[in-house]
Protein backbone atom coordinates (compact mmCIF):
# COMPACT_ATOMS: atom_id res chain seq x y z
CA UNK A 1 0.00 0.00 0.00
CA UNK A 2 1.58 3.46 -0.92
CA UNK A 3 1.67 5.80 1.85
CA UNK A 4 -0.73 8.50 0.05
CA UNK A 5 -3.12 5.32 0.33
CA UNK A 6 -2.95 5.23 3.67
CA UNK A 7 -2.94 8.34 4.97
CA UNK A 8 -6.46 8.93 2.66
CA UNK A 9 -7.79 5.72 4.73
CA UNK A 10 -7.37 6.91 8.09
CA UNK A 11 -10.56 8.19 9.77
CA UNK A 12 -10.65 9.04 13.20
CA UNK A 13 -11.80 6.71 15.98
CA UNK A 14 -12.73 6.06 19.59
CA UNK A 15 -9.77 4.89 21.57
CA UNK A 16 -10.83 1.41 21.74
CA UNK A 17 -10.55 0.92 18.06
CA UNK A 18 -6.90 1.87 17.27
CA UNK A 19 -6.09 2.26 13.49
CA UNK A 20 -2.33 2.88 14.93
CA UNK A 21 0.17 0.54 17.02
CA UNK A 22 3.53 0.65 18.52
CA UNK A 23 6.06 -0.41 15.46
CA UNK A 24 8.22 -1.69 17.93
CA UNK A 25 8.12 -4.45 20.51
CA UNK A 26 8.47 -2.91 23.71
CA UNK A 27 9.01 -4.60 27.27
CA UNK A 28 7.95 -2.63 30.00
CA UNK A 29 5.55 -1.02 27.77
CA UNK A 30 1.53 0.42 28.62
CA UNK A 31 -0.79 -1.54 26.16
CA UNK A 32 -1.70 -3.31 28.86
CA UNK A 33 -2.54 -0.16 31.36
CA UNK A 34 -4.28 1.83 28.23
CA UNK A 35 -7.32 0.69 29.30
CA UNK A 36 -6.80 2.40 32.90
CA UNK A 37 -4.43 5.46 31.50
CA UNK A 38 -6.53 6.56 28.93
CA UNK A 39 -9.73 7.44 31.22
CA UNK A 40 -8.00 9.87 32.84
CA UNK A 41 -6.29 11.99 30.15
CA UNK A 42 -8.62 15.24 30.25
CA UNK A 43 -11.23 15.90 26.84
CA UNK A 44 -9.63 18.76 26.26
CA UNK A 45 -6.01 19.85 26.87
CA UNK A 46 -3.09 21.97 25.02
CA UNK A 47 -0.17 20.04 24.01
CA UNK A 48 0.74 15.80 24.14
CA UNK A 49 3.98 15.50 25.85
CA UNK A 50 5.87 12.31 26.47
CA UNK A 51 9.51 12.64 26.90
CA UNK A 52 10.21 9.01 27.84
CA UNK A 53 8.84 7.58 24.71
CA UNK A 54 9.84 4.02 24.42
CA UNK A 55 7.52 2.15 22.27
CA UNK A 56 5.24 5.27 22.72
CA UNK A 57 1.59 3.08 23.18
CA UNK A 58 -0.19 5.49 24.68
CA UNK A 59 0.72 7.86 22.42
CA UNK A 60 -0.51 5.69 19.31
CA UNK A 61 -3.74 5.22 21.33
CA UNK A 62 -4.24 8.81 21.93
CA UNK A 63 -3.46 9.90 18.78
CA UNK A 64 -3.00 13.93 19.14
CA UNK A 65 -3.37 16.18 16.63
CA UNK A 66 -0.21 18.05 17.38
CA UNK A 67 2.62 17.02 20.30
CA UNK A 68 6.11 16.08 21.74
CA UNK A 69 7.28 13.45 21.90
CA UNK A 70 11.04 12.47 22.79
CA UNK A 71 13.63 10.29 24.40
CA UNK A 72 17.17 10.32 25.62
CA UNK A 73 17.99 7.12 23.15
CA UNK A 74 19.46 8.54 20.29
CA UNK A 75 18.82 5.23 17.78
CA UNK A 76 15.17 5.09 18.94
CA UNK A 77 14.55 9.15 17.49
CA UNK A 78 16.47 8.29 14.63
CA UNK A 79 13.73 5.42 14.60
CA UNK A 80 10.83 7.54 14.52
CA UNK A 81 12.12 10.53 12.61
CA UNK A 82 12.72 8.45 9.60
CA UNK A 83 9.53 6.74 9.54
CA UNK A 84 8.10 10.35 9.79
CA UNK A 85 10.17 11.83 6.67
CA UNK A 86 11.28 7.77 4.79
CA UNK A 87 8.63 5.09 5.39
CA UNK A 88 8.69 4.23 1.66
CA UNK A 89 12.96 3.45 2.39
CA UNK A 90 12.57 2.38 5.37
CA UNK A 91 10.13 -0.01 4.35
CA UNK A 92 12.56 -1.26 1.77
CA UNK A 93 15.26 -2.14 3.52
CA UNK A 94 13.36 -4.20 6.39
CA UNK A 95 11.95 -6.16 2.95
CA UNK A 96 15.92 -7.03 2.25
CA UNK A 97 16.10 -8.95 5.83
CA UNK A 98 16.00 -12.70 6.76
CA UNK A 99 15.11 -14.13 9.62
CA UNK A 100 18.17 -16.06 10.30
CA UNK A 101 20.45 -16.56 13.10
CA UNK A 102 23.89 -15.41 10.05
CA UNK A 103 22.02 -12.46 9.07
CA UNK A 104 20.43 -11.12 12.80
CA UNK A 105 24.09 -11.10 13.98
CA UNK A 106 25.90 -9.30 10.91
CA UNK A 107 23.57 -6.81 11.09
CA UNK A 108 23.90 -6.65 15.00
CA UNK A 109 27.55 -5.85 14.39
CA UNK A 110 26.78 -3.06 11.87
CA UNK A 111 27.21 0.70 13.27
CA UNK A 112 24.10 2.18 13.26
CA UNK A 113 25.46 5.92 12.98
CA UNK A 114 27.37 5.03 9.96
CA UNK A 115 24.37 3.91 7.99
CA UNK A 116 21.44 6.00 6.57
CA UNK A 117 19.16 7.75 8.37
CA UNK A 118 16.18 5.21 6.89
CA UNK A 119 18.75 2.06 6.71
CA UNK A 120 19.37 2.32 10.42
CA UNK A 121 15.73 2.95 11.45
CA UNK A 122 15.03 -0.54 9.30
CA UNK A 123 18.16 -1.83 11.36
CA UNK A 124 16.62 -0.94 15.02
CA UNK A 125 13.04 -2.61 13.64
CA UNK A 126 14.46 -5.81 12.43
CA UNK A 127 16.76 -6.60 15.72
CA UNK A 128 13.60 -5.68 17.70
CA UNK A 129 11.82 -7.76 16.09
CA UNK A 130 13.86 -10.74 15.89
CA UNK A 131 15.84 -10.39 19.30
CA UNK A 132 15.12 -12.43 22.36
CA UNK A 133 11.80 -10.99 23.79
CA UNK A 134 11.80 -7.51 21.86
CA UNK A 135 14.66 -6.23 24.33
CA UNK A 136 16.71 -2.98 23.50
CA UNK A 137 20.38 -3.82 25.86
CA UNK A 138 22.95 -2.09 24.72
CA UNK A 139 26.78 -2.17 26.61
CA UNK A 140 28.75 -0.22 28.40
CA UNK A 141 30.61 0.74 24.62
CA UNK A 142 26.50 1.47 23.60
CA UNK A 143 26.54 -1.79 21.37
CA UNK A 144 23.21 -3.41 21.00
CA UNK A 145 24.00 -7.18 22.38
CA UNK A 146 20.53 -9.13 23.09
CA UNK A 147 20.91 -12.16 21.41
CA UNK A 148 18.96 -13.71 18.56
CA UNK A 149 15.31 -14.81 19.62
CA UNK A 150 15.04 -17.71 17.19
CA UNK A 151 11.48 -17.25 16.13
CA UNK A 152 9.92 -18.83 12.87
CA UNK A 153 7.68 -16.26 11.78
CA UNK A 154 8.17 -13.13 13.19
CA UNK A 155 6.38 -10.12 11.29
CA UNK A 156 9.84 -7.74 10.33
CA UNK A 157 7.54 -5.54 8.09
CA UNK A 158 4.48 -4.56 8.89
CA UNK A 159 3.64 -1.78 6.42
CA UNK A 160 -0.25 -1.07 8.01
CA UNK A 161 1.16 -0.14 10.96
CA UNK A 162 4.49 2.06 9.58
CA UNK A 163 2.10 4.18 7.20
CA UNK A 164 0.02 4.85 10.08
CA UNK A 165 2.51 5.56 12.41
CA UNK A 166 4.05 7.63 9.64
CA UNK A 167 0.83 9.78 9.11
CA UNK A 168 0.56 10.43 13.09
CA UNK A 169 4.26 11.61 13.30
CA UNK A 170 3.31 14.52 10.31
CA UNK A 171 2.25 17.46 13.16
CA UNK A 172 4.46 15.99 15.85
CA UNK A 173 8.13 17.49 17.22
CA UNK A 174 10.43 14.21 17.48
CA UNK A 175 13.18 15.82 20.04
CA UNK A 176 16.14 13.65 21.23
CA UNK A 177 16.66 15.35 24.63
CA UNK A 178 16.42 14.54 28.70
CA UNK A 179 12.83 14.86 30.17
CA UNK A 180 13.75 17.98 32.32
CA UNK A 181 15.22 19.84 29.25
CA UNK A 182 12.58 18.76 27.08
CA UNK A 183 9.44 19.69 29.86
CA UNK A 184 11.52 23.31 30.82
CA UNK A 185 11.15 24.51 27.30
CA UNK A 186 8.15 22.78 25.98
CA UNK A 187 5.43 22.56 28.84
CA UNK A 188 2.48 25.03 28.91
CA UNK A 189 -0.27 25.34 31.01
CA UNK A 190 -3.07 23.31 30.06
CA UNK A 191 -1.02 20.62 28.48
CA UNK A 192 -1.13 16.81 28.89
CA UNK A 193 2.36 15.00 29.64
CA UNK A 194 2.78 11.62 30.20
CA UNK A 195 5.66 9.94 32.31
CA UNK A 196 6.80 6.76 32.10
CA UNK A 197 10.23 6.73 33.63
CA UNK A 198 12.43 3.82 34.57
CA UNK A 199 10.53 1.91 37.05
CA UNK A 200 11.79 1.39 40.92
CA UNK A 201 13.69 -0.18 42.64
CA UNK A 202 16.49 0.66 40.47
CA UNK A 203 19.07 -2.44 39.55
CA UNK A 204 20.90 -3.43 36.93
CA UNK A 205 18.34 -5.76 35.43
CA UNK A 206 15.38 -4.48 36.86
CA UNK A 207 14.17 -2.69 34.34
CA UNK A 208 13.52 -2.73 30.43
CA UNK A 209 12.23 0.42 29.52
CA UNK A 210 15.02 3.03 29.29
CA UNK A 211 18.07 0.92 27.31
CA UNK A 212 20.52 3.54 27.44
CA UNK A 213 24.03 3.85 28.76
CA UNK A 214 22.23 6.22 31.16
CA UNK A 215 21.30 5.16 34.53
CA UNK A 216 18.20 5.97 36.59
CA UNK A 217 18.45 6.73 40.03
CA UNK A 218 16.41 6.87 43.35
CA UNK A 219 17.52 10.64 43.68
CA UNK A 220 16.29 10.62 39.67
CA UNK A 221 13.04 9.51 40.71
CA UNK A 222 13.03 12.35 43.71
CA UNK A 223 13.88 14.90 41.15
CA UNK A 224 11.43 13.65 38.74
CA UNK A 225 8.59 14.35 41.52
CA UNK A 226 10.02 17.57 42.00
CA UNK A 227 9.51 18.79 38.58
CA UNK A 228 5.86 16.47 38.45
CA UNK A 229 5.27 19.51 41.47
CA UNK A 230 6.73 22.05 39.11
CA UNK A 231 4.28 21.44 36.52
CA UNK A 232 1.38 20.89 38.72
CA UNK A 233 1.74 24.40 39.84
CA UNK A 234 2.31 25.46 36.57
CA UNK A 235 -0.70 24.23 35.32
CA UNK A 236 -0.50 21.02 32.98
CA UNK A 237 -2.36 17.68 33.41
CA UNK A 238 -0.13 14.71 34.28
CA UNK A 239 0.15 11.41 34.47
CA UNK A 240 2.64 9.04 35.46
CA UNK A 241 3.30 4.94 35.75
CA UNK A 242 5.54 3.37 38.01
CA UNK A 243 5.90 0.25 40.15
CA UNK A 244 4.18 -0.03 44.03
CA UNK A 245 7.27 1.61 45.43
CA UNK A 246 7.14 3.33 48.73
CA UNK A 247 9.30 6.09 47.39
CA UNK A 248 6.57 6.78 44.83
CA UNK A 249 3.78 7.19 47.14
CA UNK A 250 5.95 9.46 49.29
CA UNK A 251 6.55 12.10 46.48
CA UNK A 252 3.27 11.80 45.30
CA UNK A 253 1.23 11.53 48.38
CA UNK A 254 -0.48 14.88 47.64
CA UNK A 255 -1.66 13.34 44.36
CA UNK A 256 -4.17 10.34 43.08
CA UNK A 257 -2.46 6.86 43.41
CA UNK A 258 -4.34 4.34 42.00
CA UNK A 259 -2.34 0.66 42.18
CA UNK A 260 -3.11 -1.75 39.21
CA UNK A 261 -1.98 -5.73 39.12
CA UNK A 262 0.27 -5.87 36.26
CA UNK A 263 2.35 -9.11 33.98
CA UNK A 264 6.14 -8.87 33.72
CA UNK A 265 7.17 -10.48 30.67
CA UNK A 266 10.70 -10.42 31.87
CA UNK A 267 11.90 -12.08 34.63
CA UNK A 268 13.92 -15.09 36.10
CA UNK A 269 11.55 -16.72 37.79
CA UNK A 270 7.93 -17.13 37.36
CA UNK A 271 6.43 -15.62 40.59
CA UNK A 272 8.04 -12.17 39.37
CA UNK A 273 5.86 -12.30 36.56
CA UNK A 274 2.95 -10.72 38.68
CA UNK A 275 3.26 -6.96 39.69
CA UNK A 276 1.92 -4.08 40.73
CA UNK A 277 2.35 -0.52 38.91
CA UNK A 278 0.89 2.28 39.90
CA UNK A 279 -0.88 5.29 38.29
CA UNK A 280 -0.47 9.16 39.52
CA UNK A 281 -2.94 11.44 38.35
CA UNK A 282 -1.67 14.77 38.34
CA UNK A 283 -4.82 17.64 37.51
CA UNK A 284 -3.20 21.49 37.45
CA UNK A 285 -3.17 23.65 39.63
CA UNK A 286 -5.88 26.48 39.36
CA UNK A 287 -4.48 30.02 38.65
CA UNK A 288 -6.91 32.76 40.53
CA UNK A 289 -6.46 35.28 37.57
CA UNK A 290 -9.65 36.75 37.61
CA UNK A 291 -10.18 39.67 39.69
CA UNK A 292 -12.40 39.42 42.79
CA UNK A 293 -12.47 42.71 44.48
CA UNK A 294 -15.93 42.91 44.48
CA UNK A 295 -17.94 46.17 42.95
CA UNK A 296 -20.75 47.43 44.15
CA UNK A 297 -24.15 47.09 43.11
CA UNK A 298 -26.59 48.95 41.46
CA UNK A 299 -29.35 50.51 43.50
CA UNK A 300 -31.93 48.48 41.53
CA UNK A 301 -30.15 45.16 42.75
CA UNK A 302 -30.31 46.29 46.49
CA UNK A 303 -34.39 46.30 46.25
CA UNK A 304 -34.79 42.76 45.48
CA UNK A 305 -36.56 41.90 49.41
CA UNK A 306 -33.76 39.78 51.74
CA UNK A 307 -34.77 36.64 52.78
CA UNK A 308 -32.67 34.14 54.76
CA UNK A 309 -33.76 31.39 52.12
CA UNK A 310 -31.28 28.28 52.39
CA UNK A 311 -28.30 28.58 49.80
CA UNK A 312 -29.04 32.65 48.95
CA UNK A 313 -26.35 33.94 47.52
CA UNK A 314 -27.46 37.56 48.41
CA UNK A 315 -24.14 37.93 50.38
CA UNK A 316 -22.04 37.33 47.53
CA UNK A 317 -24.06 39.45 44.97
CA UNK A 318 -20.69 41.66 44.92
CA UNK A 319 -18.39 38.83 43.99
CA UNK A 320 -20.39 37.45 41.81
CA UNK A 321 -20.87 40.44 39.78
CA UNK A 322 -17.17 40.72 39.49
CA UNK A 323 -16.63 37.70 38.13
CA UNK A 324 -19.43 37.79 35.49
CA UNK A 325 -18.83 41.09 34.37
CA UNK A 326 -15.31 40.16 33.37
CA UNK A 327 -17.50 38.35 30.06
CA UNK A 328 -19.13 39.70 27.50
CA UNK A 329 -22.69 38.39 26.84
CA UNK A 330 -26.45 39.79 26.38
CA UNK A 331 -28.27 36.90 28.17
CA UNK A 332 -28.31 35.11 31.44
CA UNK A 333 -29.68 31.29 32.38
CA UNK A 334 -29.66 31.20 36.13
CA UNK A 335 -30.78 27.13 36.87
CA UNK A 336 -31.09 26.94 40.05
CA UNK A 337 -33.06 29.87 41.05
CA UNK A 338 -33.52 29.43 44.62
CA UNK A 339 -34.15 32.85 46.24
CA UNK A 340 -33.78 34.56 42.78
CA UNK A 341 -31.12 37.31 44.36
CA UNK A 342 -28.53 36.01 41.06
CA UNK A 343 -31.72 35.94 38.35
CA UNK A 344 -32.70 40.06 39.44
CA UNK A 345 -29.08 41.21 39.93
CA UNK A 346 -28.04 40.18 36.33
CA UNK A 347 -31.78 42.09 35.48
CA UNK A 348 -30.25 45.32 37.25
CA UNK A 349 -27.39 44.90 34.87
CA UNK A 350 -29.69 44.79 31.61
CA UNK A 351 -29.35 41.33 31.19
CA UNK A 352 -31.82 39.37 29.49
CA UNK A 353 -32.54 36.64 32.62
CA UNK A 354 -34.22 33.13 32.06
CA UNK A 355 -34.31 31.95 35.93
CA UNK A 356 -35.79 28.24 36.11
CA UNK A 357 -36.26 26.17 39.56
CA UNK A 358 -37.96 23.11 40.18
CA UNK A 359 -39.44 24.39 43.54
CA UNK A 360 -42.73 26.41 42.50
CA UNK A 361 -42.17 28.56 45.29
CA UNK A 362 -38.70 30.59 43.59
CA UNK A 363 -40.66 30.28 40.32
CA UNK A 364 -43.31 32.66 42.06
CA UNK A 365 -40.24 34.91 43.24
CA UNK A 366 -39.11 35.12 39.65
CA UNK A 367 -41.88 35.51 37.61
CA UNK A 368 -42.88 38.54 40.52
CA UNK A 369 -40.06 40.11 40.32
CA UNK A 370 -37.54 39.27 37.40
CA UNK A 371 -40.44 38.15 34.50
CA UNK A 372 -43.03 40.79 35.33
CA UNK A 373 -41.17 44.24 34.11
CA UNK A 374 -44.30 46.61 35.11
CA UNK A 375 -47.29 45.18 37.19
CA UNK A 376 -47.43 45.63 40.69
CA UNK A 377 -50.48 44.80 43.41
CA UNK A 378 -52.36 48.16 44.49
CA UNK A 379 -52.32 48.39 48.53
CA UNK A 380 -56.10 48.58 48.34
CA UNK A 381 -56.27 44.88 46.40
CA UNK A 382 -53.57 43.99 48.64
CA UNK A 383 -55.97 44.54 51.69
CA UNK A 384 -58.80 42.78 49.81
CA UNK A 385 -57.37 39.45 49.81
CA UNK A 386 -57.60 39.76 53.85
CA UNK A 387 -61.19 40.11 53.34
CA UNK A 388 -63.08 36.55 53.10
CA UNK A 389 -65.74 37.24 50.53
CA UNK A 390 -66.58 33.24 49.93
CA UNK A 391 -65.82 29.92 51.76
CA UNK A 392 -62.68 28.86 52.02
CA UNK A 393 -61.58 24.97 52.06
CA UNK A 394 -59.97 25.56 55.41
CA UNK A 395 -57.13 22.78 54.49
CA UNK A 396 -54.11 24.49 55.60
CA UNK A 397 -56.88 25.54 59.16
CA UNK A 398 -57.41 21.85 59.55
CA UNK A 399 -54.16 20.34 58.27
CA UNK A 400 -51.60 21.83 59.55
CA UNK A 401 -53.67 22.72 63.01
CA UNK A 402 -51.40 23.48 66.08
CA UNK A 403 -47.88 22.90 63.85
CA UNK A 404 -46.63 26.19 62.52
CA UNK A 405 -49.20 28.55 63.35
CA UNK A 406 -51.84 30.43 65.38
CA UNK A 407 -55.40 28.79 64.43
CA UNK A 408 -56.22 32.41 63.58
CA UNK A 409 -53.02 32.87 61.12
CA UNK A 410 -54.04 29.42 59.66
CA UNK A 411 -57.84 30.60 58.90
CA UNK A 412 -56.52 33.99 57.38
CA UNK A 413 -53.71 31.97 54.90
CA UNK A 414 -56.37 29.94 53.63
CA UNK A 415 -58.61 33.12 53.10
CA UNK A 416 -55.42 34.90 51.43
CA UNK A 417 -55.09 31.26 48.99
CA UNK A 418 -58.85 31.57 48.21
CA UNK A 419 -58.41 34.85 47.14
CA UNK A 420 -55.08 34.74 45.27
CA UNK A 421 -57.35 32.30 42.77
CA UNK A 422 -59.54 34.63 41.89
CA UNK A 423 -57.01 37.12 40.61
CA UNK A 424 -56.61 36.92 36.70
CA UNK A 425 -53.38 38.77 36.24
CA UNK A 426 -50.39 36.62 36.10
CA UNK A 427 -47.59 38.89 38.00
CA UNK A 428 -50.26 40.33 40.75
CA UNK A 429 -51.00 36.62 41.07
CA UNK A 430 -47.01 36.26 41.80
CA UNK A 431 -46.64 39.22 44.04
CA UNK A 432 -49.49 38.51 45.95
CA UNK A 433 -48.28 34.51 46.32
CA UNK A 434 -44.77 35.71 46.92
CA UNK A 435 -45.99 37.99 49.81
CA UNK A 436 -47.69 35.03 51.50
CA UNK A 437 -45.01 33.25 51.04
CA UNK A 438 -42.32 35.48 52.57
CA UNK A 439 -45.48 36.38 55.77
CA UNK A 440 -45.02 32.80 56.07
CA UNK A 441 -41.29 32.79 56.55
CA UNK A 442 -41.10 35.69 58.50
CA UNK A 443 -43.42 34.33 61.19
CA UNK A 444 -41.58 31.37 61.57
CA UNK A 445 -38.48 30.87 63.44
CA UNK A 446 -35.91 30.11 61.60
CA UNK A 447 -38.00 30.51 58.68
CA UNK A 448 -38.08 27.07 58.26
CA UNK A 449 -40.60 23.99 58.80
CA UNK A 450 -38.41 21.08 60.08
CA UNK A 451 -40.41 21.17 63.34
CA UNK A 452 -43.39 22.19 64.81
CA UNK A 453 -44.01 24.53 67.70
CA UNK A 454 -42.20 27.82 68.79
CA UNK A 455 -39.04 26.38 70.58
CA UNK A 456 -36.49 28.51 68.10
CA UNK A 457 -38.38 31.51 69.35
CA UNK A 458 -35.22 34.41 69.09
CA UNK A 459 -37.26 37.48 70.17
CA UNK A 460 -37.32 39.12 66.74
CA UNK A 461 -39.64 42.21 65.76
CA UNK A 462 -40.86 39.98 63.26
CA UNK A 463 -42.17 37.20 64.94
CA UNK A 464 -44.13 39.77 67.18
CA UNK A 465 -46.10 40.89 63.95
CA UNK A 466 -49.36 40.01 63.14
CA UNK A 467 -49.77 37.82 60.01
CA UNK A 468 -51.96 40.65 57.89
CA UNK A 469 -48.70 43.08 59.13
CA UNK A 470 -46.38 40.79 57.48
CA UNK A 471 -48.55 39.98 54.40
CA UNK A 472 -48.73 43.87 53.72
CA UNK A 473 -45.37 44.63 54.04
CA UNK A 474 -44.14 41.95 51.84
CA UNK A 475 -46.22 43.50 49.14
CA UNK A 476 -44.82 46.78 49.27
CA UNK A 477 -41.11 44.89 49.24
CA UNK A 478 -42.39 43.32 45.98
CA UNK A 479 -44.03 45.81 44.39
CA UNK A 480 -40.49 47.92 45.24
CA UNK A 481 -38.76 45.42 43.31
CA UNK A 482 -40.72 45.42 40.17
CA UNK A 483 -38.29 47.42 37.15
CA UNK A 484 -38.16 47.64 33.57
CA UNK A 485 -35.12 46.26 32.20
CA UNK A 486 -36.24 46.89 28.39
CA UNK A 487 -35.87 42.91 28.51
CA UNK A 488 -38.02 39.89 27.64
CA UNK A 489 -36.96 37.58 30.76
CA UNK A 490 -38.81 34.68 31.74
CA UNK A 491 -39.66 32.49 34.78
CA UNK A 492 -39.51 29.20 34.39
CA UNK A 493 -40.11 25.78 36.78
CA UNK A 494 -38.61 22.88 35.49
CA UNK A 495 -36.05 20.31 35.80
CA UNK A 496 -32.47 22.51 34.78
CA UNK A 497 -32.13 19.33 32.47
CA UNK A 498 -34.78 20.25 30.15
CA UNK A 499 -33.77 23.87 29.62
CA UNK A 500 -32.01 25.34 26.20
CA UNK A 501 -29.06 27.06 26.20
CA UNK A 502 -28.92 29.98 24.34
CA UNK A 503 -26.16 31.87 21.88
CA UNK A 504 -23.74 34.60 23.96
CA UNK A 505 -25.78 33.37 27.20
CA UNK A 506 -23.83 33.05 30.99
CA UNK A 507 -25.00 30.51 32.41
CA UNK A 508 -24.82 30.29 36.03
CA UNK A 509 -25.49 26.94 38.51
CA UNK A 510 -25.89 26.93 41.70
CA UNK A 511 -27.74 23.58 42.60
CA UNK A 512 -28.31 21.69 45.78
CA UNK A 513 -25.14 21.23 47.62
CA UNK A 514 -24.30 17.40 47.91
CA UNK A 515 -22.71 16.60 51.30
CA UNK A 516 -22.24 13.51 53.72
CA UNK A 517 -22.57 15.87 56.61
CA UNK A 518 -25.50 17.17 55.81
CA UNK A 519 -29.08 16.89 54.10
CA UNK A 520 -29.53 19.11 50.96
CA UNK A 521 -33.65 18.92 51.26
CA UNK A 522 -34.95 22.34 49.90
CA UNK A 523 -38.41 20.21 49.75
CA UNK A 524 -38.24 18.98 53.45
CA UNK A 525 -37.08 22.42 55.15
CA UNK A 526 -39.89 24.46 52.93
CA UNK A 527 -42.71 21.98 52.29
CA UNK A 528 -45.19 24.23 54.20
CA UNK A 529 -44.34 27.24 51.72
CA UNK A 530 -43.86 25.19 48.42
CA UNK A 531 -47.65 23.49 49.50
CA UNK A 532 -48.77 26.97 49.29
CA UNK A 533 -47.11 27.91 45.51
CA UNK A 534 -48.49 24.23 44.57
CA UNK A 535 -51.66 24.18 46.07
CA UNK A 536 -50.42 21.06 47.59
CA UNK A 537 -51.26 19.91 43.89
CA UNK A 538 -49.28 16.75 42.43
CA UNK A 539 -47.50 16.14 45.89
CA UNK A 540 -48.09 13.75 48.79
CA UNK A 541 -48.39 14.93 51.99
CA UNK A 542 -47.04 12.16 54.04
CA UNK A 543 -49.34 12.17 57.42
CA UNK A 544 -47.24 10.10 59.45
CA UNK A 545 -45.01 12.49 60.06
CA UNK A 546 -44.65 14.98 63.32
CA UNK A 547 -44.64 17.96 60.17
CA UNK A 548 -47.09 16.66 57.58
CA UNK A 549 -44.28 17.21 55.11
CA UNK A 550 -44.72 15.86 51.47
CA UNK A 551 -42.47 13.85 49.48
CA UNK A 552 -39.63 14.85 48.29
CA UNK A 553 -39.34 15.89 44.57
CA UNK A 554 -36.66 13.21 43.23
CA UNK A 555 -32.82 14.81 42.35
CA UNK A 556 -29.70 13.38 41.45
CA UNK A 557 -28.30 15.80 43.82
CA UNK A 558 -28.76 13.23 46.82
CA UNK A 559 -26.15 11.52 46.07
CA UNK A 560 -22.25 11.88 45.47
CA UNK A 561 -22.80 9.78 42.32
CA UNK A 562 -25.88 11.48 41.02
CA UNK A 563 -24.75 15.12 42.01
CA UNK A 564 -21.09 14.24 39.36
CA UNK A 565 -23.12 12.92 37.06
CA UNK A 566 -25.60 15.40 37.07
CA UNK A 567 -22.80 18.65 36.61
CA UNK A 568 -21.61 16.32 33.77
CA UNK A 569 -24.60 16.66 32.00
CA UNK A 570 -25.45 20.34 32.64
CA UNK A 571 -21.36 20.72 31.65
CA UNK A 572 -22.10 18.93 28.28
CA UNK A 573 -25.05 20.64 27.83
CA UNK A 574 -24.03 24.49 28.26
CA UNK A 575 -20.23 23.31 26.79
CA UNK A 576 -20.52 26.52 24.46
CA UNK A 577 -21.54 29.20 26.93
CA UNK A 578 -19.61 30.54 30.02
CA UNK A 579 -20.24 28.85 32.97
CA UNK A 580 -20.24 30.12 36.51
CA UNK A 581 -20.70 27.16 39.25
CA UNK A 582 -21.19 27.98 42.62
CA UNK A 583 -20.42 25.13 45.40
CA UNK A 584 -19.26 24.60 48.99
CA UNK A 585 -15.98 23.32 50.08
CA UNK A 586 -17.64 20.53 52.42
CA UNK A 587 -19.74 18.91 49.63
CA UNK A 588 -19.32 16.63 46.78
CA UNK A 589 -17.71 15.93 44.51
CA UNK A 590 -14.44 17.58 45.23
CA UNK A 591 -12.35 20.39 44.28
CA UNK A 592 -10.29 18.67 42.20
CA UNK A 593 -13.08 15.97 40.43
CA UNK A 594 -15.13 19.48 39.73
CA UNK A 595 -12.43 21.18 37.79
CA UNK A 596 -12.08 17.69 35.89
CA UNK A 597 -15.20 17.94 35.52
CA UNK A 598 -15.57 21.51 34.10
CA UNK A 599 -12.33 21.41 32.53
CA UNK A 600 -14.20 18.08 29.95
CA UNK A 601 -15.67 20.42 28.35
CA UNK A 602 -14.02 24.23 28.67
CA UNK A 603 -10.72 25.24 27.92
CA UNK A 604 -10.29 27.25 30.34
CA UNK A 605 -11.32 27.18 34.23
CA UNK A 606 -10.84 29.37 37.16
CA UNK A 607 -11.46 28.86 40.99
CA UNK A 608 -12.29 31.33 42.85
CA UNK A 609 -12.69 30.41 46.83
CA UNK A 610 -14.51 33.11 48.98
CA UNK A 611 -14.89 32.78 52.42
CA UNK A 612 -18.71 32.27 53.83
CA UNK A 613 -20.70 31.85 56.39
CA UNK A 614 -24.17 30.35 56.17
CA UNK A 615 -27.38 32.09 57.84
CA UNK A 616 -27.99 28.34 58.87
CA UNK A 617 -27.34 24.93 58.82
CA UNK A 618 -27.74 21.56 60.42
CA UNK A 619 -24.19 20.28 60.49
CA UNK A 620 -22.48 22.20 63.18
CA UNK A 621 -21.93 19.55 65.48
CA UNK A 622 -20.41 17.15 62.98
CA UNK A 623 -17.68 19.45 61.61
CA UNK A 624 -16.22 20.73 64.95
CA UNK A 625 -18.84 23.28 65.40
CA UNK A 626 -17.57 25.90 63.11
CA UNK A 627 -20.66 28.25 62.96
CA UNK A 628 -21.37 27.05 59.27
CA UNK A 629 -18.13 28.80 57.97
CA UNK A 630 -16.73 27.36 54.67
CA UNK A 631 -15.43 28.58 51.52
CA UNK A 632 -17.74 29.29 48.76
CA UNK A 633 -15.71 28.06 45.21
CA UNK A 634 -17.20 29.75 42.04
CA UNK A 635 -15.86 27.51 39.50
CA UNK A 636 -16.06 29.98 35.89
CA UNK A 637 -15.28 27.85 32.92
CA UNK A 638 -14.92 29.49 29.19
Known amino acids: ?352 VLSNDYMAMSAAFAKAMIENNKITLPQHEALALLEQNKPTDRFVEETFRGLYFSDEDNCLIDIIRANIKSIRNQYKRAIAMTALIRACLKKRPRGIFTYVGYRYDDGRKDLSMTFSEQFLNAVTAVNAAVFDNGKKNKARCGDAMTVQSKENCLVYIDPPYYSPLSDNEYVRRYHFVEGLARDWQGVEIQEHTVTKKFKSYPTPFSSRKGATEAFDMLFKKFRKNVLIVSYSSNSQPTLDEMIDLVMKYKKFVEVIPIDYRYSFGNQKHKVNDNNNSVQEYIFVGY
Open 1 to 352: MKQADMRSNLQPVCFKEFTTRPILKWVGGKTQLLSEILPKIPKKYGQYIEPFFGGGALFFAVRPDNGIISDSNPELINLYRAVAKHVDSVISYLQQYENTEEVFYAVRAQDWMKLSSAEAAARTIFLNRTCYNGLYRVNKSGQFNVPFGRYKNPKITDKEALYAAANLFRDVHIICNDYKSILREYARPGDFIFLDPPYLPVSEYSDFKRYTKEQFYEEDHIELAAEVHRLHELGCHVALTNSNHPLVHEQYRKFNIEVIQTKRYVSCKGRGRIGEDVIVTVPPKQRFNLRVVPLPLPHQATLYPPTRYMGSKNKLLPELWEIVSQFKFDAAIDLFSGSGAVGYMLKSHEKT
